[in-house]
């Protein structure tokens, strides 16, 4: 079993799209995750324009890289969040301040995704909901349980006919576990696929970071919805407790050496990705494993060279015959 390694483009967007295949391309991926934006996989072009499409295998191929998912968490979240100030970065210009249009928009985009990722010959759709409850996460003032459901009742009202969507062209959604998110930890994972009756496009893309320091062990996370995983992010975290950081951040940026954990450059965090890799063998997960920098303590070029040449070490292959099967009938 062979994994393609790519990376995660989203922290990279800030690169002419050919200048970061040349990056990808030198340091030996096989390819790129790209958002869905007009920098990197324009939906709207997509959805359309077949030699849209052509000319992006073009590029891609120019520099020996393939793509096997796009990501449209930003757009995604616009869907099922309570609107403030901060979606206006997610979403066009024009929509800002304007929560109703945003909504809309991302609703719209979504339902094009499906049609853009069967033209260019995908499958996996990476991403975010949203939360309208997520500010009830912490139950004060008081939160009811007909408050929560309600919550989760909206995400089913918003998500089931993008998810429909997704089912009629042959897509499947992958949702990251992830704080703000309807579902960020074991039980609103469980809670999230009743709710959308286990639909058949629905599924997550897997990234430990995110669990490890909430105190969910990531390989009984992932043991536990394998059947489920449509995707994998190779993402590490470091958790450091010094008897003055706290759990919730201490609204202290990303990369402050007083926070109590901090996302990682793989290989420089707590995630055991050895247990991770024999679970993905065991469940027969061949799909990509995306390298998602984001290590505001570290060079993204330093640290991504280093990532590659950790996933390439960790990603090794199910053992195709039994210790014990040469002692057999001696």
Known sequence: MTRPITLAAGQWGDLPLEELCKIVSRFGLDGL??????NMFDVEKAAVSKTYCDDLHEMLEKYHLNMWAVCAALIGQCVGDLYDQRLDNFAPQKYAGKPEEI??????????IPTACRNYGLNIVTGFLGSPIWKFFYSFPQTTEEMVEEGFQEIARLWIPILD???RKEIQFAFEVHP???AYDYYTTQ??????????????NFDPSHLIWQGVNPAVFLQDFS???????????AVVYDGRTGILGSHLPFGSTRRAWNFRSLGHGHVNFEEIIRILNETGYDGPLSIEWE???????????EAVKFARKINFPASGIEFDSALKNQ
């Open 103 to 112: 909504r809309a928009w991302a609703i719209d985009t979504m339902m094009k």
């Open 33 to 38: 995750e790209l958002m869905c934006n007009e």
């Open 191 to 204: 809670r999230l696929f009743k709710t959308l009756n286990n639909h058949p496009a629905f599924g997550l």
């Open 295 to 305: 290590d505001n303590g570290m060079d993204r070029l330093f640290g991504l060279e």
């Open 227 to 237: 059947s489920h995983v449509f995707h994998v992010h190779l993402k590490d975290a």
């Open 165 to 167: 969507e997704f089912k």
């Open 180 to 182: 703000t998110e309807i």
